[in-house]
């Protein structure tokens, strides 16, 4: 059974940082593509980052670029965001995904596996 568990969310004051983690297991996590993506009260769901499956190759939303860094371990099967000098319309809920496929993307509709999220407060 796949499943993907985020942790490390919280209330943080604007300018903190949060170190987010996904924890995954039931598939062969070195061979999936590792997504995040965050959903803000009553707007969509956007993409945030993302890492390809050895870790090499990331991209990032130009909202973040620069404050956020994604990582994965994949001994293990850990993916990771560091999320540093935040600002208050970084809260949202935070999810990460998992791709099955050769190119990353940051399409959300590519993306097979989903966790719950992990809700991401700052306040100002």
Known sequence: Q???VESGG???QAGGSLRLSCAASGFTFNTYIMGWF???SGKEREFVAYIDQSGGSTDYADSVKGRFTISRDNAKNTMYLQMNSLKPEDTA??????AYRYRPTSYAGDYNHWGQGTQV????
């Open 2 to 4: 796949v499943q993907l």
């Open 10 to 12: 919280g209330l943080v």
């Open 38 to 40: 965050r959903q803000a």
């Open 93 to 98: 809920v935070y999810v990460c995904a998992a």
């Open 121 to 124: 407060t700052v306040s100002s």
